[in-house]
């Protein structure tokens, strides 16, 4: 391409990203569509499951917990939604492949796919198991690669769906004591990032995706997050609040939240600010939580 049309067309596709942060983005509708979220049976999955059910959508709910998944299913019933709770450990290949053939054959293709389940043990690298890091990675990873493999084919004949994921500000600038984690949710960034670009060559446009990136949720999964009181404007989001605004970004076709807006601009920092200067700024935020795996090699303070 001619050196000057590629500068003109940079400056266009920046022109048109400012001009769409000030014009009111139309929220499409999922009424009728079957949305799949993964991790279903608490927390933010569950908050994101009764969401898309009170939009209309078929709520396809995955979960390890059979008890909580249900549980889910039971309010998105009464609350008038449609719903099918299937039992799955996303940690397991065969497990996704086989229920995922379930979910086609008893309820359809998926068109909204949401991989939410995750998994976390704070600890030390060298306190952590090895199986703890193979299941960090089995969950918060490799089963984004199986469900996305199972329910894209069908996205990909249509030109037409949505693949979301829940990552973490950690994607962005990890945590001590979260290595695995942090790391897992690195890899589910640079996932969503590339499976859009590669939808894109493949003239798959219709096909959009959402990765949504928080900072501590209340929802038990990080063990007594705290956050410094010098830290102005940073607090533990609630479920209801990430899961309300995870589904808005898909509704929009947000390619990426993060949220509070007081971290947005982490991922520029990381890549502009000296590594000390990230360092000094990350121990003056204050922010602690509680080690799940103890061992020698753990020390916080
Ligand atoms: N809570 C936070 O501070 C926080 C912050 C940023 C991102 N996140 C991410 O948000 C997502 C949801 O976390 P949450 O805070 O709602 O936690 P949660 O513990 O309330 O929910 C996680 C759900 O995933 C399910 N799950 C775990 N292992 C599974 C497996 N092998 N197979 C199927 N389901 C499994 C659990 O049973 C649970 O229902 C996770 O991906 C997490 O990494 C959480």
């Not at 060298?126 to 089995?138: A, V």
């Not at 960034?189 to 990136?213: A, H, P």
Request: some cysteine; hydrophobic content about 40%.
């Amino acid at each position: 391409m001619n050196i000057f049309v590629l500068l003109a067309k940079i400056f266009w596709t920046m022109l048109e990203a400012f001009v769409q942060k000030f014009v009111p983005v139309k929220r499409k509708s999922v009424r009728g569509e079957v949305v799949l979220v993964t991790g279903a049976a608490h927390g933010v999955g569950r908050c994101l499951a009764l969401e898309f059910g009170r939009l209309g959508a078929t709520v396809v709910l995955w979960d390890i917990n059979r008890d909580g998944n249900e549980a889910t299913a039971e309010q998105i019933r009464e609350e008038g939604g449609t719903t099918r709770a299937y039992q799955c450990d996303c940690s397991k290949r065969e497990e996704i492949q086989r229920v995922a053939q379930q979910v086609k054959e008893e309820v359809g293709d998926v068109t909204i796919l949401f991989n939410n389940a995750g998994v976390m043990t704070t600890g030390s690298v060298l306190d952590l198991t090895d199986d703890q890091i193979e299941r960090t990675f089995q969950v918060n990873v490799l089963a984004h690669f199986w469900t996305i493999r199972a329910f894209l084919p069908s996205m990909m004949t249509r030109n037409q769906g949505h693949i979301a994921a829940l990552a973490s500000i950690a994607g962005y600038s990890g945590s001590p004591y979260m290595v695995d984690y942090s790391s897992s949710k690195h890899a589910v960034v640079g996932l969503m990032n590339t499976l859009q670009k590669e939808l894109e060559l493949q003239g798959k446009d219709g096909i959009k995706t959402t990765t949504v990136c928080p900072f501590f949720v209340d929802t038990g999964f990080c063990p007594n997050p705290k956050i410094g009181s010098t830290t102005a404007g940073l607090r533990v989001l609630s479920p209801e609040e990430v899961a309300l605004q995870a589904v808005d970004a898909v509704l929009k076709n947000i390619r990426r939240v993060i949220m509070p807006s007081e971290m947005r601009s982490v991922p520029l920092m990381t890549q502009l600010l000296p590594y000390k200067t990230q360092s000094l700024m990350q121990n003056s935020a204050d922010i602690s939580f509680d080690l799940m795996q103890s061992g020698p090699h753990n020390k916080t303070d």
